[in-house]
């Protein structure tokens, strides 16, 4: 199996942008590390997760394991949780779609595209089935899709402009947009989290 290098292959970037006109913060290059924690109930909560993307890979239950993760670590850490924005996420996935289709990692122009007060982005992509050099060895998803979920949460959190947008007070509501694509190293899973405040 092709040997995938996290470094040049898995990435996370994050922008905050305070409207009208703000601070804008990028964050560094992140890297995937495993969490295999599941997420009860999300299923009941957001609806039938049951539709699948354009694969095998069912991106919805990845936006929602990812949102459901975001709020475990806000409440770990005394932040109120985030309420779950279809409207939000309808444009996130857009932007997901659009980066899967250039394979491209790139932000959305964020003022424009979210009718927020407060406006905040994170993205990243990571690989379904392949084995994935990391520090210490190597992780492979399996396409599972907790872990991949998860997985994108752990690039943001290593991250430390990333972790500053999970983790702002004054988001009170995110949407999450997951897009799959194939590529010669295999299934690309691109992740865009907008959190609006």
């Known amino acids: 199996m092709k040997r995938l290098f996290a470094v040049l292959l898995i990435a996370a970037i994050g922008l905050v942008v305070v409207t009208p006109i703000g601070p804008v ?10 969490v295999s924690d599941s997420v009860e109930n999300a299923e009941s909560r957001f609806g ?12 919805t239950k990845i936006s929602l394991e990812v949102h459901e993760r975001i709020n ?10 985030l309420q779950y924005s279809q409207s939000t996420a309808a444009n996130a996935e857009d932007h997901s779609e659009w980066m899967a289709d250039r394979l491209r990692l790139e932000h959305a122009n964020i003022e424009e595209q979210y009718q927020c007060d407060t ?21 492979n998803y399996d396409g599972n ?10 690039q943001w959190m290593d991250s430390p402009g990333n972790q500053d947008t999970v983790l702002r007070e004054e988001f009170s509501s995110q949407g999450i947009g ?3 694509t194939q590529t010669d190293d295999g299934q690309r899973i691109y992740v865009t989290q907008t959190l609006c405040g």
Do not use: K, L, P
């Not at 899709?145 to 752990?154: D, L, S, W, Y």
């Open 119 to 139: 406006v905040g982005e994170n993205i990243g992509y990571t690989y379904a089935s392949q084995d994935i050099a990391m520090e210490g060895g190597y992780v």
């Open 72 to 81: 475990e670590i806000r409440s770990d850490r005394r932040v109120d949780q």
């Open 145 to 154: 899709e907790t872990r991949i979920a998860h997985g994108i949460v752990r």
């Open 25 to 34: 913060q990028f964050a560094d290059i992140g890297v995937t590390s495993m």
């Open 178 to 180: 997951v897009a799959t």
């Open 48 to 59: 039938d997760s049951s539709e699948a993307g354009s694969s095998e890979i069912n991106e």
